[in-house]
Each structure stands twice: as structure tokens, then as C-alpha cells.
């Protein structure tokens, strides 16, 4: 069993940065491929950002290349994402998951590991 939370999110103005992180306990993390997802009530799930298991890889939705940074510390067991050059769009609950297999990195429902969220609100 693997445990994740969320924190870091917030209120801020377009053009501004946050940093998310998400700490996992549990089984271990380095075992894990780690992914962001973003979801608003209504709408589908959305890939953000994902990981591979040593940190040397990384993808992103292209909706957020170039203005988003996917990053963890397996020492500390955390997966964090700095997000920069925020947009109103980009205003959801933010997720972070974890991937036992890490066969498909967008797909929501490859991963095993959910946390609950932590929302993030763009104002123009």
C-alpha cells in the first residue's frame, strides 16, 4: 500500500508559479513511476506530468511543455511539480499518482495509487 498527499496548491494570479509536492509513504517509492493529473468537476482527467522511476526521464502534455517542471527526491520520497507562467486554464484539483509498471504514463487507469488532490486556482 502506498500513501500519497498532496500540497502546495493555492491561489494565484495568472503568470505567477506554484510548486506542488507529494509525499508518499509506504511500500517503496523509487519502485514507482509518479504522475500528475488535473481534473475540474465536469470535465475528464488530464495527464500533466510523469516520471520515471530514477528521475531521468520525463513527459509532459504539451499543454503545460515548457512551463512546467516534473521532479522528485526518492530520499525524501516526494515527487513535486513547479508550475510557472500559470494560466486562468490551468485552474483544476491536482493529483499525483503512482505507477507500479509505468506502461503507459498518460493513462489515469494504469496507475495503482491515488492521492487526494490539491486544488489550484488561476485567477486573470
Known amino acids: 500500500q502506498v500513501q500519497l498527499v498532496e500540497s502546495g496548491g493555492g491561489l494565484v494570479q495568472a503568470g505567477g508559479s506554484l510548486r506542488l509536492s507529494c509525499a508518499a509513504s509506504?511500500?517503496?517509492?523509487?519502485?514507482?513511476?509518479m504522475g500528475w493529473f488535473r481534473q475540474a468537476p465536469g470535465k475528464e482527467r488530464e495527464f500533466v506530468a510523469g516520471?520515471?522511476?530514477?528521475?531521468?526521464?520525463?513527459y509532459y502534455a504539451d499543454s503545460v511543455k515548457g512551463r512546467f517542471t516534473i521532479s522528485r527526491d526518492n530520499a525524501k520520497n516526494t515527487v513535486y511539480l513547479r508550475m510557472s507562467s500559470l494560466r486562468p486554464e490551468d485552474t483544476d484539483d491536482y493529483y499525483c499518482?503512482?505507477?507500479?509498471?509505468?506502461?503507459?504514463?498518460?493513462?489515469?487507469?494504469?496507475?495503482?495509487?491515488w492521492g487526494q488532490g490539491t486544488q489550484v486556482t488561476v485567477t486573470s
Open positions: 509506504g511500500r517503496t517509492f523509487s519502485s514507482f513511476v
Open positions: 499518482a503512482a505507477d507500479r509498471r509505468g506502461s503507459s504514463w498518460t493513462r489515469g487507469n494504469e496507475y495503482n495509487y
Open positions: 516520471i520515471s522511476w530514477s528521475g531521468g526521464s520525463t
